[in-house]
């Protein structure tokens, strides 16, 4: 109170002393008023009711404080214009010195220097005190909402008055205000805080390192979704809040340099809520900073949004309904879209082409009637600027941009068929993708091939001349070179798409070609013509495959491809297992797309499975010449192909016709009843499963192929028999391959077996087998492999036998001889097989098996480790090395932690599995857990750069990796190592291997940065 | 060495500058991934090295501003040396120092030692152009501009992975 007790001295006048009291202690709220049209009518001065005031403002109780302090601010802002320079000066160091006050005070010391504020007389230099004041004492937001309102009309004073100083501030003034706003919810608020934002922006106010915070806590509110109370008496309207913070919005360039803009651009997407009343005015000035950013920007992402903010504008534009007399925005707003970019399209250099192009696609792609109007102006253009450029990368340029707008179309399909706006240009269009076809190019063929792709999607406008001619390009890119390569596949894939949906065009003029083709190449391999033709045939067989997308098309493409394998199998062609491969390939492509269609699916099935195992029986049989040829059908790889052709063939089977098959193929394995195959006169009987040529009993992957991919319910005959027989098969040791193969028919029919007595019994079968097997013998391998398939089996659908089964295998880790195949056999467990025991071939596989195989698992793997005498320790560490590869990241991450000694020791291995899985386990670690690992640093430095020059270029890279992860753990615990470590990974900068040197670049630049400025 | 000014602030000597195409990552061939074929450290693996190190002034990578450009890589990996030239994006650009120490930096923290290497403007791009190609040929003054702190921040900035 010394401030004001400084101010002149005047009589106290009784009246007044009794009016304030009444106010203070008395509660009552007239004598305010009253005391107020006294000073105005100069019966006291603001002087003496301070003094009256007196001793209520030193008063210790707050509520009387307040009470007298309230009683002064409605004086002054009756009275404010009254004031001279000196008292003003005087009340304002009293009023800033009490925003310190008792919170209860605070309301009515924001009164008296609103009132203040409004003064004229405001000496130079005071309203960036009391701003200051405010923004340093007051935490606004925990106001009520009429002392918060006090405050923005205090901000709103000065910047009407003393603009001129609060720039003075600099960006003080907005960080203060920032302050102030963040977290204002009350729309009445809001309105007047939205005004003074748009004020900071107009009239150039510093934003300093600010301008992203102000944009943050404005556009928060965007888009706007308040709705008035129905009995509100304030009368704020949803619009008046929506314009005024668009005022906000719109009206600042300075905006768009944030890097918060994208996310306004996102949130304008939300103005698809919004009419087109409110939009009108705002249209230009959003067009124009959104054609500046594309235009400008080097930030994809700022480009992306305001492309999407276009695009909902546009889409905003074209829903709304429209008064009778009302004038469309849409068109005039498309025009001026196409007035601002269409001369960029033209202009020869180019060089706003793409911006513009995007532009003008965002547009089209917003509704059909965009898409209409912009399509139809700009593809004459383009069609012409196509013409005038000569280079082939200009032309491509050009042609991207059509295939753009292009694509735009397919997205708005027309009910009616006159309107299509791509008729009139179809006859330009197609002559410029031929062009385009046939240029020396790559890329603009490349181009050219996607165009016609979309060009051949819409419907009706190609007509049977243009098809034609397109298939003959198709036909003509199939057969590229192998330098375009990326021409032909994507010919190949074009073929594909149009071929479903022209197949007679299809039918008529490529597939007779390719057919054509392949009979010459066939008389051409028989004459043993080099490798030329061989590979111009594969071509062919590739593109029949191709095709085969529709089934009318897969009827002649099937059979073409079977015929050449029969070809092949008599023996009238020198051929080689690649070959044969080939083909196989093409049919099992075929077979994938008939997959989805239950009659092409049947069609392949019945043809070409027959086929498959007539030639392959057919070679299998004994002779008395042996021919070389004929083998080539049983070589392991083959049979893997035809495998897989099998399989793909199966699995979509429906239940009904799978059962027809099983009836016919079981029966040719166990009986060998081969009266279903075509050219079925053989020298000899067929049986696979007898002491017969050993070439038959490989044919049991085929069997196996089939019955593993039925369909779960399909009933298999003979069942027992079968079973017996392929278990007896795959402890016999005749040859690997057939003995696995019977092992894993066996567990593929164990898996999908129900449960019940049969299967006890199959499972009590094998494990005598097994434990017979493995006591002693020829067989022990043979048993091993049927006990790790029918685990494998058991482990998939939870089985409870698994464990004890798994128990086994885990014993076998320290046997002298099976010990290390034991090891890799957990990796056969842990990973997806190709071709039994799949989910597509409906075995039963549950989804977190892996999980539960490491939950059940390590504990006993790393007893085992500790347990086991140290020759056979790497067996278990490369075990535990499989079940950890194979688990995903996230579930693995928090049991690292118990086995990180057990992986640190595991470095140590000289095994490169080991080493590589341990790497690739503790890489993720490093990055996760670095207090952790900080305390093994010496360890890890030391085995990282030993590894780094292991022989295992697989090994180096993943070293080089965990070196490159730990400078992740804390800067203080590196920088001890960092000249060592800098020193040694110099050596890997010269690894004869560039995947080595990538990585050692990359972790030694990272090491360089550690503890170094700029960082 | 680096007339400093400019770095960090103020306005850009060019603001609007002409960006280029990104290329992608280089293809992995079945013969690098075969252990024992050796892989010799070519044109592309250099321009790899440096393509990605960023400009001073703007948010964009020495590729993207065409400073730097796969053809006026030279190298031979077995006689152990290095050329590269680089072409500031205007004529008057006081960054044309930098720039050319960030690229020296990066290929010294990146290739063997046994390389000899040489950075210099593309000829007839800049003004002082002989200038500037003198204080990136001498090791001394090189090895002087990394001692200065705010020298190689601003060099590590340029070469870090994450701006």
């Known amino acids: 109170m010394a401030a004001v007790a400084t101010l002149e001295t005047a009589a106290p006048t009784g009246a007044l002393w009794g009016l304030v009291h009444d106010f203070v202690m008395g509660q009552q709220e007239g004598p305010a008023d009253q005391v107020a049209a006294d000073v105005k009518s100069g019966s006291y001065t603001v002087l003496q009711v301070v003094e009256a005031l007196g001793s209520s403002l030193e008063n210790p109780e707050p509520r ?23 008292e003003v000066v005087h009340l304002i160091l009293f009023y800033e010195n009490r925003l310190k006050d008792h919170h209860l005070v605070i309301p009515s010391v924001l009164q008296g220097l609103r009132a203040l504020s409004l003064c004229v007389a405001l000496p130079p230099g005071l309203a960036v005190s009391v701003l200051k004041a405010i923004f340093q004492e007051v935490h606004v937001q925990s106001l009520p909402q009429v002392d918060r309102h006090t405050v923005y009309s205090i901000i709103t004073n000065f910047m009407q008055t ?26 009445r608020n809001l309105l007047v805080a939205f005004r003074i934002v748009h004020d900071l922006i107009s009239r150039d106010y510093s934003l300093g390192p600010f301008v992203e915070e102000l944009f943050e806590v404005t556009s928060c509110y965007f888009p706007i979704d308040f709705t008035p109370p129905p009995n509100d008496p304030y009368g704020i309207q949803r619009e008046d809040l ?32 919004y009419g087109q009343k409110e939009l009108k005015d705002f249209l230009p000035s959003l067009w124009s900073s959104i054609r500046r950013e594309v235009f400008q920007t080097a930030s994809e992402r700022v480009e992306a949004e305001g492309l999407a903010a276009l695009h909902s504008l546009t889409t905003c534009l074209s829903r709304s309904v429209l008064r009778a007399d009302a004038e469309d925005l849409l068109d005039s707003f498309l025009s001026n879209i196409l007035q601002d970019c269409r001369h960029h399209l033209c202009e020869p250099d180019m060089k706003l082409v793409w911006p513009s192009a995007k532009l003008l696609q965002a547009t089209a792609g917003a509704s059909a009637r965009a898409c209409d109007h912009i399509t139809s102006n700009v593809l004459p253009l383009l069609l012409e600027q196509f013409h005038k450029h000569s280079q082939s990368n200009q032309r491509r340029t050009i042609l991207e941009m059509i295939l753009g707008f292009l694509k735009l179309q397919q997205k708005w399909s027309c009910e009616d068929k006159d309107q ?17 076809l046939t240029d020396p190019s790559t890329q603009l063929q490349l181009v050219g091939i996607r165009t016609l792709t979309v060009l051949g999607a819409q419907p009706d406008l190609l007509s049977s001349g243009d098809l034609e001619l397109a298939v003959g390009h198709l036909y003509r890119l199939s057969f590229l070179e192998e330098d375009s390569q ?54 062919c067989m590739q593109a029949l495959s191709a095709v085969s997308t529709h089934p009318s098309i897969v009827k002649e493409t099937l059979p073409l491809l079977l015929q050449h394998l029969w070809q092949v199998n008599k023996g009238n062609m020198v051929a080689q297992s690649s070959e044969v491969i080939t083909v196989c390939q093409s049919l099992q492509q075929v077979a994938e797309k008939c997959q989805q269609d239950p009659e092409s699916c049947w069609y392949f099935h019945q043809t070409a499975i027959p086929c498959l195992l007539a030639l392959a029986v057919q070679a299998s049989m004994p002779e008395k010449e042996p021919s070389v040829l004929r083998k080539v059908l049983l070589e392991d790889e083959v049979l893997a192909a035809m495998v897989s052709v099998i399989g793909t063939a199966t699995t979509h089977l429906s239940p009904e016709l799978a059962a027809q098959s099983v009836t016919r193929i079981v029966p040719l394995f166990l009986d060998g009843n081969v009266s279903f195959l075509p050219e079925n006169s053989f020298p000899s009987r067929f049986q696979p499963f007898q002491d017969g040529p050993s070439g038959q009993r490989r044919l049991v992957a085929l069997l196996m192929a089939f019955v593993c991919s039925l369909p779960r319910n399909v009933e298999i005959p003979q069942l027992n028999q079968l079973m017996r027989e392929l278990m007896e098969l795959s402890c016999c040791h005749s040859c690997p391959f057939s003995s696995t193969a019977a092992a894993k028919c066996f567990a593929g029919l164990l898996n999908k077996h129900p449960a019940g007595q049969q299967l006890d019994e199959f499972l009590q079968l094998a494990v005598d087998k097994v434990e017979a097997g493995l006591g002693s013998g020829p067989y022990r391998s043979q048993a091993f492999t049927l006990l790790l398939w029918v685990t494998k089996a058991l482990v998939l659908r939870y089985h409870p036998l698994s464990s004890c089964l798994t128990a086994r295998l885990m014993g076998l880790l320290s046997d002298p001889e099976l010990g290390p195949a034991a090891a890799d056999g957990f990796s056969l467990l842990m990973s997806d097989c190709t071709d039994v025991l799949t989910r597509a071939g409906h075995a039963e596989v549950r989804i977190m098996f892996r999980q539960r195989f490491f939950t059940d698992n390590v504990p006993a793997l790393v007893q085992g480790f500790h347990a086991a005498p140290q020759d056979v320790k790497p067996n278990y560490l490369k075990g535990l090395s499989h079940v950890l590869n194979r688990l995903p990241k996230p579930v693995l991450l928090p049991e690292l932690p118990t086995l990180l000694s057990l992986l640190l020791e595991a470095l140590s291995c000289p095994d490169c599995i080991v080493q590589l899985s341990t790497l690739s386990c503790l890489q993720p670690l490093l990055l996760e857990a670095p207090q952790v690992m900080s305390l093994h640093i010496d360890t890890l430095v030391t085995k990282f750069l030993n590894l780094s020059s292991s022989p295992s270029m697989a090994v180096r890279i993943a070293a080089l990796q965990c070196m ?13 190592y960092k000249p060592q470590v800098i020193r040694a990974l110099a050596k890997p900068l010269d690894d004869k291997k560039r995947l080595v040197r990538k990585e050692a670049v990359s972790a030694r630049g990272e090491w360089f940065l550690l503890g170094s400025p700029g960082s | 060495m680096v007339g400093g000014g ?52 703007h948010p964009l990578t020495l590729e993207e501003l065409n400073v730097v450009e796969q053809v006026r890589v030279q ?4 006689e152990s040396t290095v050329a590269v030239a680089f072409t500031p994006t205007i004529p008057h650009c006081s960054m044309a120092t930098l720039i050319g120490l960030s690229i020296k930096v990066k290929l010294l923290r990146s290739l063997p030692q046994r390389f000899k290497m040489d950075v210099h403007i593309t000829p007839g791009t800049h003004a002082s152009e002989h200038a500037v190609n003198k204080q990136l040929a001498d090791k001394e003054r090189v090895a002087a501009a990394l001692e200065n702190t705010h020298l190689l921040e601003v060099v590590n900035q340029c070469l870090s992975a994450h701006p």
């Not at chain 1, 307040?66 to 320079?85: E, F, K, T």
């Not at chain 1, 994208?262 to 698809?272: F, Q, S, T, V």
């Not at chain 1, 490159?964 to 001890?976: D, E, F, I, K, S």
Request: with cysteine; net charge negative; glycine share 8%.
């Open chain 1, 486 to 539: 990326s021409c032909r596949v994507a010919a190949l894939e074009a073929s594909g798409i149009l071929a479903t949906l022209y197949p007679a065009a299809f039918s008529s003029h490529l597939v007779p070609r390719l057919a054509e083709e392949l009979r010459t190449g066939e008389s051409d391999l028989t004459k043993g013509d080099g490798p030329v033709k061989c590979s111009r045939h594969l071509r």
């Open chain 2, 6 to 57: 400019g770095v960090g602030g103020g306005l850009l000597e060019n603001a609007n500058p002409l960006i280029y195409q990104r290329s992608g990552e280089r293809p992995v061939t079945a013969g690098e991934e075969d252990e024992q074929v050796p892989d010799s450290i070519d044109a592309r693996e250099i321009f790899d090295l440096i393509r990605s190190i960023n400009d001073p002034e």
């Open chain 1, 64 to 86: 009387t404080r307040a009470r007298g302090i309230q009683l002064l601010s409605q004086v002054l802002l009756q009275c404010h214009s009254l004031l001279l320079d000196k």
């Open chain 2, 75 to 78: 190298v031979s990996d077995p």
């Open chain 1, 162 to 187: 003393r603009e001129e100083e609060l720039k003075g501030l600099g960006a003080d003034f907005t960080f203060g205000f920032i302050q102030v706003m963040d977290g204002e919810k009350d729309p």
């Open chain 1, 964 to 976: 490159h992860a730990l400078t992740r753990l804390p800067t203080p615990v590196l920088l001890p």
């Open chain 1, 242 to 273: 929506i314009l005024s913070l668009r005022a906000v919005l719109a009206s600042t360039p300075r905006f768009a340099e944030a890097p918060a803009y994208p996310r306004m651009c996102e949130r304008n997407a939300c103005c698809a809520g």
């Open chain 1, 420 to 436: 299509r706006p791509l008729s009139g240009f179809k006859d330009q269009l197609c002559s410029l993708v031929f062009m385009a």
